[in-house]
């Protein structure tokens, strides 16, 4: 079925160190898969995307690591910083009629000075 | 820097109430999608437009929810009646076109129902 979902609710990170940020998904059909970051009161905002036939992407401190074989995906951020403080969401397209953008439920990055 | 907009920022109403959120793409986004976020989860898809055309409508609560895109541009949300559990923010997305992965978000609207 469709389940985006991930593994931790909140991840704390001394400001510097770098950030992991986990995802599970069930939809092998998914043709992509993405990353947002929502700060408190915004919409959610792009970070990067990968397709289903890459391992990893890399992005301006960011990259994304994608294992189909466990179906899991991952987010890194080098050398953190308070502004990387946010929601982060994992999402997929679904490669049927509509191409839906369907998201998980978030992990929370705080960073600690 | 061209951005979606959505009104209003905030809108409080009693239960039984009608209400209607307003959403305007990015000019030439061909995309648009209507999002729920309870506060703490991920958003979720309400409806999704291709110009004026609804592609994907299976999470919306039709009985109480509508959502029109008249002339493929700006689009219309709705409520009747709000009830308490409608009580979320209400985010607007748009894109290029079905197979462009980057949804631009407005900033929402967030929906009291009392």
């Known amino acids: 079925g469709e389940n985006v979902g991930l593994h931790l609710p909140t991840l704390s990170v001394q400001e510097g160190d770098n950030s992991i940020i986990n995802c599970a998904y069930s939809?092998?059909?998914?043709?992509?898969f993405i990353w947002y970051k929502q700060e408190s009161g915004k919409g959610p905002q792009f970070i990067i995307d990968?397709?289903?036939?890459?391992d990893k992407r890399q992005g301006q401190r960011v990259t994304v690591l994608l294992n189909k074989t466990v179906k899991h995906l991952s987010l890194q951020i080098a050398a953190t910083q308070p502004g990387d403080s946010a929601v982060y969401f994992c999402a997929e397209i679904l490669m049927d009629s509509s191409y839906k953008l369907i998201f998980g439920s978030g992990t929370r990055l705080l960073v600690r000075p | 820097e061209a951005e979606v907009a959505q009104s209003p920022r905030y809108k409080i109403t009693e239960k039984s109430q009608a209400v209607a959120f307003w959403c305007d793409p990015i000019?030439?986004?061909?995309?648009l999608y209507w999002y729920r976020q309870i506060l703490g989860q991920g958003p979720e898809l309400l409806v999704q437009f291709q110009d004026e055309s609804v592609v994907d409508d299976s999470q919306l609560p039709k009985d109480r929810f509508s959502a029109e895109r008249l002339k493929g541009v700006d689009s219309t949300l709705k409520i009747q009646p709000a009830e308490l559990g409608d009580s979320a923010m209400y985010l607007c997305a748009s894109s290029f076109g079905e197979r462009n992965t980057e949804a631009f978000f407005g900033q929402g609207t967030r929906l009291t129902v009392v």
């Open positions: 000019s030439g986004h061909a995309t």
């Open positions: 990968i397709r289903s036939n890459m």
């Open positions: 939809n092998s059909a998914s043709d992509y």
